[in-house]
């Protein structure tokens, strides 16, 4: 199937990520679509929106995944996407899982994880709403070549754009803990080596063990924060969640992990079970029966997620950004996540299909109540709850005075 035919399905441009090629095609020949138009949407006057540190034009940009390599980012800065999250890296090479890795997925309105358990048609044919499944295995470059790569990229972005460096640890076949938490921090420091501004650590990744995902052992996760931090310094570190079922979960999580983080990004995709129409698994080999489905069904998740971390900072007097993902179509997506209180907003998904989606957040704006006033707790430093507050924790000073002034 051609791209051109996919195209004509519904209003969606070529994906730029090119689901019919493998990964490797993709890698050597892509971006594709408008991202290879060399057209460079250019910014006008000053950015004003601050994230983490820098000054943004629009927080609005795209998470770890569709961006596969310099090239993919790159086009993403050219067409607007002020934040380019460069996909999750390894301390090593590592092998992606055979094509396919994209599969379009039909799903009547929220996708929920009972639907998912229950199985999920996945086939080739891309139409609105739209809804992914992606199976990759997180796969990597050795760091000799994303290193340059991500570097290059960082100086492509123009005044008021970020790239954000993503990045996880690699379980070892010992099942050592501590290699694992070790390597997971020596990602962190290749990374900050590359030059990243923010990093980005993927916790939505299988832990060691049983096979959890690292999110879901929090005892786990907070020693594998702690120890990033320790190598990163100053540098803000974001983590990349799930949708949390357990609310208790979810403020053990924020509380918790709060003195080490400046942000959290959520939603990854929700785990579904993936068959082909012909009721057998969509994936060849094994196991790959289980993956994550983004796009339109799980916008629901998202924008929940984002209003429960939202809520759970004013309550705890916690200080992350939080990045609103999950299911973002359209600018007025967008602007949903924004009146959700998100500080920002990403798409993965909807961007791969329109490459023109940041030029039309960027005309959109959230309801004008919901852009600023916002109380004064946000700049309250949390000291009581955990006694545990190091230098890292919290926005930059400067965030705090602008981050609800522009949108
Ligand atoms: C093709 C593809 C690859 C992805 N790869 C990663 C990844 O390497 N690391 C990661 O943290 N999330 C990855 N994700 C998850 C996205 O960052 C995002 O959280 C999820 O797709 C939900 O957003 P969406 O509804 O806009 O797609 C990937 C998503 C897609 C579609």
Redesign the pocket.
Known sequence: MNQDYRACRGSMQPSF?DPEKSYEENFDEGPFGLFADGKVIEHQGEPQTMFLGQKVFLPFGI????LINGNFVKGALDKGFDLA?Y??VRTRQHPCAPWP??LAVKVDGDLTPELGDEGVIADHSYSQPLA?A?S?H?PSSDPDFWQQDMADSINHAKLGQVVIG?FQGTVNAEGNIQAYIDDFATAAKLVKEAGAKVLEA?L?CPGPGDGRLLCRDLELTLRTAEKIKNEIGDTPLVV?IPRFEEQGALVKFATTLSPFIQGISA???IQSKIINPAGRPAWPGEGRMMS?I??AP??WA?LEMTKRLTELRDEYGLGYTVIG????ITADDYCQYRSAGADAV???????WNSLLAQECSKARPPAALRGDRPAHEMTLLTSQMGLRTRHQGPHPDDLTLRYMNV
């Open positions: 990520y998470p770890a995944g569709p999250v996909k999750t890795n994209v992914v992606n990759f997180v993503s993927n939505s990349k939603i990854n995709t994550g983004g796009g799980i916008k998202g993902v999950g299911g973002v990403m798409s993965a998904t909807g961007a791969m």
